[in-house]
Nanobody, 121 residues
């Protein structure tokens, strides 16, 4: 089974940056993409990035494009999400997720446990 573990969350000042990591194990040939989805308490899930892990093609919604960047390190079986120019509204639990396609950026077959990102002064 696909197993995903996020790390790297924490407290950051507005305008600051964080790098989130997603360690992947148990991937198959059908595990073609890793997505990043965030969820606030009482809120819905919002996809913020998706990457094809072999080709490196990336997709972002307009709300984060230019601020968030996702990338892969295949040797380490790790996908990264770089969060830049962070604002308080970016405060959420961030999940990485796996599937065969990026789809609508928020629906995936496998999910990690999430890592908390808090943006506050």
């Amino acid at each position: 089974q696909v197993h995903l573990v996020e790390s790297g969350g924490g407290l950051v000042r507005p305008g600051g940056s964080l790098r989130l990591s997603c360690e992947i194990s148990g991937a198959t040939l059908d595990t073609r993409v890793i997505g990043w989805v965030r969820q606030a308490p009482g809120g819905g899930r919002e996809g913020v990035a998706c990457i094809h892990i072999s080709a490196g093609s990336t997709y972002y919604p307009p709300s984060v494009k230019g601020r968030f960047t996702t990338s892969t390190d295949n040797a380490k079986n790790t996908v990264y999400l770089d969060l830049n120019s962070l604002a308080p509204e970016d405060t959420d639990v961030y999940f990485c997720a796996a599937d065969s396609s990026c789809g609508n950026l928020s629906e995936y077959a496998y999910w990690g446990q999430g890592t908390q990102v808090t943006v506050s002064s």
